[in-house]
């Protein structure tokens, strides 16, 4: 589209996924995939986790982190309503399975076989390795709740 | 999380939906949500599209912003199922009917007020309008899917 500074300012700021326990999904994203916690907001009933990866280098404080929360994209809003952390089973659908919808975020990486390898020393459950099916450069891990999570090679990245 | 030398080349590249007609369904993610069309990936049953907003001021060219698909985040990749677009209704679930998951995307915009009226003058539909409920300064607006975007004043920018 042609450069239009009716939407100049507009920003593809986060993508919100329904998590049936924060104690399990928050050291998931953060330990695991390596997302910063930015930000928290707790409402009577539900409570909303706001994470992204850092973009400085590590040199970015906690609170620059969360006063950029709206200035940026690349957030991950997880939305824990409360009590579900108590059910057996996670209540929620990856848009996978009937009925489909959603399919899965992507994170891509400098080099996608040493972050699957990674993956796969901690433990994280594949829906699609790189070596199944085709196409070998791109991996499936699951969430805590079975969300699909791609792992691609950034391909403008030197390994 | 602290900086770990092991993810810092992680971005949160993309969120995928599902659509059921490129045709209705990539107009309005360029002509009213404002993101550039910067890819498509054809395969025998399905095609990929690949969105994002511009982040060049109108700089980049077509070529650069294509080569930078793996290197950014804020990518909504849109996946066509060959065949859907003859579907009277979308065969796509929205995620926020049972069974729950996924939630929506998010758009920040420098005046949610304007974005909001552009969106009503569009013929947009809302699912919430700013004077809806007792949050007023977001809104949300529905894709051609059904999927919820919603729109939400970036707190940094000055009106």
């Known amino acids: 589209m042609p450069y239009s500074e009716e939407t100049a300012s507009y920003k593809f700021n986060h993508t919100m996924l329904r998590i049936k326990d924060p104690k399990i999904s928050l050291p998931f994203y953060t330990d695991i995939i390596g997302m910063d916690f930015i930000d928290k907001l707790e409402f009577s009933d539900f409570t909303l986790y706001f994470l992204a990866f850092d973009r400085s280098g590590g040199k970015a404080t906690d609170a620059e982190k969360k006063a950029d929360r709206h200035n940026r994209e690349g957030i991950l809003e997880l939305t824990h309503n409360h009590g579900t952390e108590k059910l057996g089973a996670t209540p929620y659908h990856s848009g996978n399975a009937d009925p489909q919808g959603f399919g899965h975020i992507a ?14 020393r901690l433990g994280v459950p594949f829906k699609k390795r790189l070596t199944d099916g085709r196409m070998r450069n791109i991996a499936f891990i699951l969430d805590p709740d079975g969300y699909w999570i791609e792992v691609l090679q950034d391909t403008t990245a030197s390994k």
């Open 107 to 120: 994170i891509t990486v400098a080099n996608v076989e040493e972050a699957c390898a990674r993956f796969g």
